[in-house]
């Protein structure tokens, strides 16, 4: 089964990376955009075949690897779950 | 002409490191100090070769290269490669010609994941017509640093071998006495500087401004440059 | 929500770290009781990092003066005189504690924080050097540390283009939870062009330069108070981000500003953000300032006064302008996209006045704030005697070259090319020896001089003997620089510690500080610079005290430094200093104890200072001379773990004569300290030399063509497996 | 307006940072864990109220800049649209 992880830097925590894009595409011509913020989005295969299980795994995995608590908020999609 | 004749503008985006020290080289060899030539210039004087230099332009921010290879002046740049002028871009100016595809590949990420800094190994290898490399000897190997994140040279198989079938691979990562495995980021082929089709653009990884004089090390880098410099003066 | 008029009490100090006198201390000044932000600002100000106010009466022992002294103490950074009507500046910092909350950002914000403290005194940074200590090879967290150190120095100082040339790194259990990250920068500028703090001329404006301002790092202890605030969740101290895209462009535009004549004074917010970057300047100037906080540029919405005034946000500058130079400064700054904002002007009030909303948020005089500061003669006592460690009672391994290959495996000893390969060392193209060598050397761009830079401690000799550790680590650096050939001038020091209110710390740190003074005094490198980083404790235990130091001198020619490799085959080698085997080597607290022996703390090798200056000015005046061709001061390891690496550095061997009689295994591996391994082409004029100056000097064998070394007649070893564990340790650590 | 890029590397292109991590996730004991892609994910506040235009305009910021069109592949959420 596929999950997927969202992460993104917490509200407070600055994102020089997100402020260069927008920048940039103020720059092209874009001048709608008004905020950019950039996260990572991590696509996990797993043998697991039970939602609820898997949501629970990955959770752990997000605790101890994947996200960077400190800084980072995740959210995480089972596209299995309904 | 003279190499001091010769016309020499370097790009200076927000965040270019090596564009001083790319100038300090070029003056060593011609005597001329190049023209440095901020990003926000709409348009760029005749200039024999123009060079991208290394750095962290917009800060590697989304891609590195990506935010420098949509900056103004860089349409200037693919009108000179039209018009068949030569461009010459290192390491991070690498990156910015493959994200405006001047040349063709990208580099991702060092296989090791992490900033490499040593020297490495550069074999020169038999090439399509091209001032970069008509004047080298295709058997050298020079030594010449690298510094950077993201030099992974990647391409699919397909344009691989058509890069290879054209002679398009301008330099290929070889062993050197320095410790560590002769390709330092898992370049495909060991790629480590690619020609456009023309041959009138060049991307490479390694820094031949930083190999200038023995108490650098190396004069590896002072041959590199100084054979394309007169290959375009002649 | 807390007003401005939100009157605190004592319990509102103490949740900032105030005690009960310094908070009678301030309604006693200001005759009244102070509002949040008031005491946000006193508590900022006499806090142990802005204060000083633990170790002031010790640090003032220390030599600041000398000839070659331009700006000592006091300033951003030091500065002293290097020829040629330039000065280098610079100075050492920590950044500990947010290193090991967030290992990435805290050790690039601590990069970009000491770069700040270089540029804004109008010097460009050539050089940034990293002094680390984490927990144990084996620990948990250890390799996540490291990870995230290296590569958050790498993305700071790579991305900002500034080379880092050289550090050290050491692993000890007492670092396990308190993991240390001191980061040196040093620049250069015109000696007539030093830029400082002071403001200066009442009605000049204030201007804000760089980032934006948002509630990242803003003191912890005081925003964890829930009584401050009702959203205290959304408020909580967030980690503060590098950004050093940002904190070039800033550096650059500052360069590029300070080259017209617009700048009276310049500080970076550092520390306590707009409090002490405004307070320093107001008070160096014996002037006040008033600010519209509402001009302040802001990230987040409604911040509060209390929040702008102690945000630690990255990348911002205050700076008071010549009136006429505003419209000048807006246009580079706008150049270079980042924030210019005229925030106040310089006052004759001599009163810190903050407006918020059109109403004052804070109004307090400023003398109090920096003057009146607490300091502190904390108790302290006799550092504890420590037993000698002799060298019959440790084991005797049988064969050096045995040994030898065990102990370069030591994480302690083995490569660090894992590390600072990760760093780019050659970016500015002036660097002409980076990590890997002794002090590492940068050119004067354009010149032929060269900047040595070397930072040194040796902190399991400072736990041992904290005078004597203090004084060693000033020895070894003047070692490193003069091993290479250059002049010693100046030191900066970053004095890292465990809780000073212990009496057994406070002896380490006053101990050390003297050891460090008399050795600085005799060496002639004055202090110019530093930091204090105190209070390096996990669950009341102290780590292992850490004065770093680091020392900068100069070489006329760059031509004629010297590297640690062996030139050629036929050289002779030669040992500079104590080598008589009848007088043990000293084995106590080396390397070779922690490798081989128990877990008790020995009495460290002494210092000799005069025979350091002695023995390092001639090691210096031969190589300038051309008579030594490579050159290596022993320390970590002895002997022959400076002949190995060598042996490594140059792809040659070498053939040493061992002693007939006394512990081999002491003479291979003892640390007595003033000594140098070095080769030269005639060992008998070297020799002769040395006896002219009444230099202990013998020689030990010879560099050899084969890729081996030789100890005697019956050791061997191949330099390609002493190679092998030497650049496979960290590697094979960090691979886990 | 929030429109949602999510940004991945297409298949044929090695993801070495997914295998570094999918190695790690093993060690840690996750071992159900098959395969690991690391793509963005970028958050736009925009100037729009028009969820179908604002999707045009996100969709050329994709293609002049977001993404690299040789080895990454994009998708467009707009949670607004229904
Ligand atoms: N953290 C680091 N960053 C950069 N270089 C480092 C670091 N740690 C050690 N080095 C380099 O590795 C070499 C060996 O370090 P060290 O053993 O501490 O040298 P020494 O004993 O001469 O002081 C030196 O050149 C030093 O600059
Ligand atoms: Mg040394």
Redesign the interface.
Known sequence: MQAIVNISLKDAVLDPQGRAISHSLTDLGFNEVTDVRVGKQILLEIDENDPARLRQRVARMCETLLSNTVIEDYSIVIPDEE | MTLSALRVAIIVFPGSNCDRDMMVAIEQLTSRRPALVWHKEASLDAADLVIIPGGFSFGDYLRCGALAGRSPIMNAVLDHAARGGAVMGICNGFQILTETGMVPGVLIRNAGLKFACRNVGLQVCETLASPFTSGLVTSKRLIIPIAHNEGNYFAEPDELNQLEGNGQIAFRYTDSKAIGPANPNGAAHDIAGVISQNGRVLGMMPHPERAMSDLHGSTDGAYLLLKSLEALAS | MTSASDKMTFQNAAAMGLSRDEWNLITQRLGRVPNLCELGIFSAMWSEHCSYKSSKKWLKTLPIDGPQVIEGPGENAGAVDIGDGLAAIFKIESHNHPSY??PY?GAATGVGGILRDVFTMGARPVALLNALRFGEAGHDKTRHLVNGVV?GI?GYG????IPTIGGEVNFHKSYNGNILVNAMAVGLTNSDRIFRSAATGPGNPVIYVG?KT???GIHGATMASAEFSDETE?KRP????G????G??LMEACLELMASDSVLSIQDMGAAGLTSSSVEMASKGGLGMEIDLDLVPA??ENMSAYELMLSE??ERMLMVLKPEATETARVIFNK??LDFMPIGQVTETGRLVLLKNGAAACDIPIGPLVDDAPEYDRPHGDAPTRPKLASHDIATNSQISKTLKSMLGHVDLASR?WI??????????DT?AGPGGDAALV?VHGSHRGLAISTDCTPRYVEANPKTGGAQAVAEAYRNLSAIGATPLAITNNLNFGNPEKPEIMTQLVDSIIGMGDAARMLDTPVVSGNVSLYNETDGSAIQPCPVIGMVGVIDD??LAVGHGFIAAGNDILVVGQNDSKNDGWLGASIYQQHFGDDKIYAPPPIDLAAERAHGSFVRQQILAGKINAAHDISDGGLAVAIAEMALKS?LGASILVPEQGQLHAWAFGEDQARFVVSTEDGTALIAAAKDAGIEITSIGMVSEASELKFGDRDTISLQEL?DVF?SCIPSLMA?
């Open positions: 909350i967030e950002q590569s790498g790579n991305c900002i283009g980032a948002g509630r990242d959304s967030t980690v503060q981000v950004d050093p895209f940002t070039k462009l990230r987040e946000s990255q270079w996209d090319r600072y390969e990760q760093y780019d060392s050659q970016v500015m193209a002409m050119r760059v031509e792809g190679n650049e886990g």
